[in-house]
């Protein structure tokens, strides 16, 4: 390695025209949100919400033709710390500043539920729609389970919960909040309470139901400067009640039934549980091109009646190319459950595709359900640079519904599997089946017979003769 | 100076000898080396004429062509390595293309808001140097900025000069700690040459790099083979006057670019030529390369191309006597046929001087030579177990009573 030598310079360089330009291209913005939302179990749960926003004109050929759109999905994949460092990378003040500095690996992943995402999207700058901004928004959602990791106590804070607490606002970020949830809580504090008191609340619909929220501002410099970090901590009063949550108006539970190794059925429950309102619901499924679909026997029921889709499209699976995909468009009577089911078979694959020998079988993606559900309240229109993240990442026109996407589980299946010892049981077989008989049937047809001397001599002459015969000398 | 009557083809030269008294030349001056593979030697009326003004032209040819020393570069990696110095393990190896990456470091993002116009810079400065080596290989630009990504290094404090340095021993630690960061290696294709603009955070402003005599270095930038280069922009200590932080930074694109071109050249292996003694050498071009340069370089990667092609099939072919499971598919032999003519055909045109159809067959040799040896389907039965392959002897202990016939 070499220190640049000094230029005694080959090169000349051509100023532009215009000199130098000062035309700055546009900055990108950050802004970066934590929700930390308790339950009424004890449990609690954070979501970090990181979005770039930059406004220059990325090449796009045209409009996204739909043709071009691709789905792919890899059931059962573990995260770990893997995935979580490469997704840090992406935020500016990664780890060192503002509410990344939460981010550990070792908190992040002790946890019972632990979900990251990266959503890219195109996003209109105005309401007409004439110029676009690109829009990078990452999203990690924990939840701290109270006996695993809350060692059996109920109270919450930020040191407990990420090993860490707040500093210093990351300085690349144009807004920098953390929100609790107080909802339940808000009337009167003798249930929770939350140390360092908020200066502001907010106010809004969030998923069809009201919900009130304490604001902590990390650019705010009061919020910092008197003691230098911000531990947020969440005390109880009186123990939590035990009520159960509300149930939520749209899940889902996918299964396979049947028995032995050539068929089976893939049935999906769908709940509406509004007591009055119906809604439609679109369903994706991908399933791999190893369990043959018969689409002749797919059927909707709801309520024991037949349910007949308003809108299908099914493209067929080519073996070792592409899976099945089938979508469906599927009106959900109010209070209900409505059952897709659809048989299929499973095929047999060629020797080297097999997973190794300890293996639990193959895997099959979950189904995707998209839904705008309508909600109890109604929601005013959200304003995208005014409301926080978390209300932003799927807004809807009118607040009388809310959008959900919903995964259902994936499933486990078995495929008819050969015995790989075979091969060498077959070959022991045959080639002693056929060196018994073959050896048997030469002897007999083409054995000979000649008359033979009363032996004379001893016991030795007849040891030697023995002898003498096995190595094809004659005998004396 | 003189003006280029028509197109060069490349590989080629042309030399125009000029009466001794022309004025065309400065006085002093014997022969002048032009940016366009043309050369022009002062003539003389001596006896020895045709041999003083042969070896004239030999000098100019040797240094505006292919010589022992690009042989030498070209075939530094095949050769073992006491023979040939560091310098010649400095460019890069021969490829298909190649991605340069811009990034600025700003690890103290609270002190310095730093903004550069890398896109004009690129398009002005970068854009027709990668033009002019565009027969080369294929060239892709990219640039990011970086935020809390510090050196590895803690610069010490001179209090002669008030300012931190950097000396020469520390510089190979300063490039690790900040690789992880870039992100480079891991989506791209081709190899990456990766430029960094740090800004120094204000604790440790302004920072030197010294070099092993302890003297600042001119330019503050160092490169490292085969990698790229690094460059340190000190903030001018009068912009701190207004005392608000962060203070704005407008990065000074040429001075910049000046350094991260000229390593550039360095890094591809276009080295200082030769020049013969009384000789003028033209002034530089505004894309920052001469043509005979590129010839030059184009002459080292065929003959690095080529070296590199014998060398996976000869490999292949040794590794195919010592391993009797491997399976060679047709595509595979097509693709040796493939190489071996494409070597053949590379080296003819080389022999008879076309260069540029001498290198594209040597990438294509690369290519098919590469393909065939990385094939994966050359290992289906690597595995086929020893004891599976004689279990059809199984037979031969009970057949023995039938075989002994009596």
């Known amino acids: ?476 | 100076m003189l003006d280029e009557p028509q197109e060069q083809a490349e590989g080629s030269l042309t030399v125009y000898v000029i009466s001794e008294h022309s004025s065309l030349l400065p006085q002093d001056m014997m022969s002048y080396i032009g940016p366009k593979r043309t050369a022009v030697v002062r003539g003389i009326m001596h006896r020895e004429a045709f041999n003083i003004i042969g070896r004239r032209i030999v000098q100019v040819a040797q240094a505006m062509s292919l010589t022992e020393d690009v042989l030498a570069a070209a075939l530094a990696d095949h050769l073992p390595e006491d023979k040939w110095s560091a310098e010649k393990r400095r460019p890069l190896k021969s490829s298909l293309g190649y991605e340069i990456t811009f990034s600025l470091l700003n690890p103290d993002p609270k002190s310095h808001d730093v903004h550069w116009d890398i896109e004009g810079a690129v398009r002005r400065y970068v854009q027709p140097f990668l033009n002019a080596l565009s027969a080369a290989g294929n060239f892709s630009v990219d640039s990011q900025i970086l935020y809390y990504a510090m050196l590895g290094v803690n610069p010490r404090f001179d209090s002669a000069s008030s300012s931190y340095y950097l000396d020469m021993h520390s510089l190979p630690h300063v490039i690790n700690p900040v690789e992880s960061r870039l992100g480079s290696s891991a989506a791209s294709l081709y190899p990456v040459l990766n430029f960094l603009l740090y800004v120094p955070e204000l604790a440790h402003s302004p920072l030197y790099i010294q070099d092993k005599d302890g003297a600042p270095v001119a330019t503050n930038a160092f490169h490292s083979p085969r990698w790229g280069g690094i460059m340190v922009y000190n903030v001018d200590s009068k912009t701190y006057n207004a005392s608000v932080l962060p203070v704005r930074v407008e990065v000074d694109m040429v001075r910049v670019m000046e350094v991260f071109l000229a390593q550039l050249r360095l890094l591809f292996g276009i080295a200082q030529p030769q020049v013969p003694p009384k000789c003028l050498l033209s002034g530089p071009t505004s894309e920052g390369l001469m043509t005979w340069e590129l010839d030059r370089l184009l002459w080292a990667r065929s003959v690095e191309n080529l070296a590199t092609a014998t060398t996976t099939l000869t490999s292949l072919a040794q590794l195919l006597g010592k391993i009797s499971n491997i399976v060679i598919k047709d595509d595979v032999a097509s693709e040796v046929y493939k190489a071996v003519a494409a070597v053949q055909k590379s080296a003819e045109e080389l022999a008879s001087g076309h260069l540029a159809s001498a290198f594209v067959a040597s990438q294509e040799a690369v290519t098919s030579s590469e393909l065939a040896f990385f094939d994966p389907s050359l290992l289906h039965l690597l595995y086929f177990p020893d004891d599976q392959k004689f279990d059809c002897l199984f037979f031969c202990p009970i057949s023995q009573h039938s075989t002994l016939v009596h």
């Open chain 1, 1 to 476: 390695m070499a220190a640049a030598m000094p230029l005694a310079l080959l090169v000349l360089l051509l100023l532009g025209p215009g000199g130098w330009c000062l035309a700055e291209p546009p900055r990108d913005s950050l802004r970066e949100e934590l929700v930390i939302t308790p339950l009424p179990s004890g449990d609690v749960a954070a979501t970090f919400q990181f979005r770039t926003r930059w406004d220059s004109e990325l090449q796009r050929e045209g409009d996204t033709d739909h043709y071009f759109l691709r789905y792919a999905v890899l059931p059962r994949e573990v995260v770990c710390t893997e995935n979580l460092t490469p997704w840090k990378k992406l935020l500016p003040c990664s780890s060192k500043a503002g509410l990344s500095v939460l981010l550990k690996a070792d908190r992040l992943f002790h946890t019972s539920y632990h979900s990251q995402a990266v959503h890219i999207r195109p996003v209109c700058r105005n309401a007409r729609c004439t110029s676009i901004s690109w829009e990078l928004r990452q999203t990690l959602s924990v939840v701290f389970d109270a006996f695993i990791t809350g060692q059996g106590k109920k109270d919450w804070s930020l040191f407990r919960m990420f090993s860490r607490t707040l500093t210093e606002p990351c300085p690349l970020a144009s807004e920098s909040r953390v929100y609790v949830d107080i909802t339940t809580y808000n009337q009167d504090n003798e249930t929770l309470e939350v140390h360092p008191p908020p200066t502001t609340t907010y106010q809004d619909v969030i998923l069809g139901t009201r919900k009130t929220y304490a604001i902590y501002d990390l650019l705010d410099t009061a919020m910092i400067n008197n003691s230098r970090n911000l531990n947020i901590q969440l005390k109880w009063k009186r123990p939590p009640e035990n009520e159960a949550p509300p149930v939520p108006f749209l899940h889902a539970q996918r299964y396979v039934s049947g028995y032995g190794l050539q068929k089976g059925e893939l049935s999906t429950l769908l709940y509406n549980t509004h007591p009055y309102r119906a809604f439609p619901v679109l369903l994706l499924d991908t399933v791999p091109w190893y369990l043959r679909l018969y689409v002749h026997t797919l059927t909707i029921t709801s309520k024991g009646k037949e349910n007949k889709p308003s809108y299908i499209h099914y493209q067929p699976a080519q073996d070792r190319l592409q899976p099945h995909l089938l979508e469906m468009l599927i009106q959900l009577p109010a209070n209900s459950v409505t059952k897709v089911s659809i048989q299929f078979e499973r095929a047999l694959l060629k020797w080297t595709e097999y997973t190794p020998d300890p293996n639990h079988g193959f895997y099959v993606s979950p189904s995707v359900l998209s839904a705008l559900v309508p909600s109890m309240v109604a929601a005013k229109p959200v304003d995208w640079e005014e409301s926080p993240l978390f209300n932003s990442l799927f807004p809807v026109s009118d607040g009388s519904n809310y959008f959900v996407r919903l995964y259902t589980e994936p499933l486990l299946v078995n495929l008819p599997t050969p015995d790989f010892s075979m091969p060498y049981n077959v070959i022991c077989l045959t080639c002693t089946v056929v060196a018994v008989c073959y050896g048997s049937f030469y002897n007999l047809l083409t054995r000979t017979f000649h008359i033979e001397e009363p032996r004379t001599g001893g016991l030795a002459k007849r040891l030697a003769n023995l002898i003498r015969r096995a190595r094809g000398v004659p005998p004396l």
